[in-house]
């Protein structure tokens, strides 16, 4: 239920933003129908919602971590490659200590 919660959260935040950018004031409606706009979006968000976290917390539940963990340390090697290199921020700086 916590996943689902945060995942809702998410899901919210992204949305939440997505409703900020509609320009209903500019729309020029009455009061009552500018308002009766803004609640039927926030109904049909809070549905997108609730159906994107229960479809997400369903397709979650099913899936065997434990196997996939266990998959990924018998049959995979981690190979890790870095180069670690100190470079001169100001490039005039080391060209005159060379001289």
């Known amino acids: ?8 959260d998410r899901i919210q935040d992204i949305f939440g933003d997505i409703l900020k950018r509609v320009p209903v004031a500019e729309l ?3 009061k009552t129908k500018a308002l009766a706009l803004l609640s039927s979006i926030e109904n049909m968000r809070q549905s997108v919602q609730q159906t994107f976290a229960a479809e997400l ?10 196997k996939i963990a266990n998959d990924l340390a018998t049959n995979y ?8 290199r100190l470079e001169p921020k100001n490039r005039k700086i080391s060209a005159k200590k060379k001289k």
């Open 1 to 8: 239920m916590k996943k689902q919660r945060r995942a809702q």
């Open 28 to 30: 020029k409606l009455p």
């Open 57 to 66: 917390s369903d397709v979650l539940s099913k899936m065997d971590f434990d």
């Open 77 to 84: 090697t981690l190979k890790v490659n870095a180069e670690i």
